[in-house]
T-cell receptor, first 114, second 113 residues
Framework: SAVISQKPSRDICQRGTSLTIQCQVD?????MFWYRQQPGQSLTLIAT?????????ESGFVIDKFPISRPNLTFSTLTVSNMSPEDSSIYLC???????????FGPGTRLTVL | GEDVEQSLFLSVREGDSSVINCTYT??????LYWYKQEPGAGLQLLTY?????DMKQDQRLTVLLNKKDKHLSLRIADTQTGDSAIYFC?????????????FGTGTRLTVIP
């Protein structure tokens, strides 16, 4: 398994600002992912954070809105840019430890945009 | 596109068994997962099953997979108040990329003391 921490755990932000969420893993992992869980909804994959190259975004998500960094094998950031109330969600970092397709999730960052 | 469906709510009495059901549409599903989300916490991987299996047991948890009907269930024996949480079914497929999990809407399990 992997121990994953996220910062901040929650934040309340103003419309038009940006927030960067950090994800730290206690061991080196190849695959890191960012998910969004909108209120009362299930989880949706935003992108795969690739170490040393640009993130791979899922349909409906773009780099300008959700820039991602992955400087090494234990850390990634997700920025939510030019926020609007529709961006209010829980954002979760996830890692794949390379076991039999096991994905582990961080505690999430609860974002509220006013 | 893919669809994963779950009932939204389930209430059981402490000590009874809970059965949480999930249906999916992706016939190329490779792995199917159950995650638990407690209030204010991230998702905890409970168990998973490979698509060529029909049952997996792990202590109080039993996963049943009916691949023909694309139906997955999670049985929790002797349900405790600490089992109260939201349970997400998720699936992935080699076709879509083994790491692209597709989640159901979650079932909120309430355990009544």
């Amino acid at each position: 398994s992997a121990v994953i921490s996220q910062k901040p755990s929650r934040d309340i932000c103003q419309r038009g600002t940006s927030l960067t969420i950090q994800c730290q893993v206690d061991s080196q992992v190849t695959m890191m992912f960012w998910y969004r869980q909108q209120p009362g909804q299930s989880l949706t994959l935003i992108a795969t954070a690739n170490q040393g190259s640009e993130a791979t975004y899922e349909s409906g998500f773009v780099i300008d809105k959700f820039p991602i960094s992955r400087p090494n094998l234990t850390f990634s950031t997700l920025t939510v840019s030019n926020m609007s109330p529709e961006d209010s969600s829980i954002y979760l970092c996830s890692v794949d430890t390379g076991g039999p397709s096991e994905q582990f999730f961080g505690p999430g960052t609860r974002l509220t945009v006013l | 596109g893919e669809d994963v469906e779950q009932s939204l709510f389930l209430s059981v009495r402490e000590g009874d068994s809970s059965v949480i059901n999930c249906t999916y549409t992706d016939s190329s599903s490779t792995y199917l997962y159950w995650y638990k989300q407690e209030p204010g916490a991230g998702l905890q991987l409970l168990t998973y099953i490979f698509s060529n299996m029909d049952m997996k047991q792990d202590q109080r948890l039993t996963v049943l997979l009916n691949k023909k009907d694309k139906h997955l269930s999670l049985r929790i024996a002797d349900t405790q108040t600490g089992d109260s949480a939201i349970y997400f079914c998720a699936e992935t497929s080699d076709f879509r990329g083994a790491n692209n999990l597709f989640f159901g809407t979650g079932t909120r399990l309430t355990v009544i003391p």
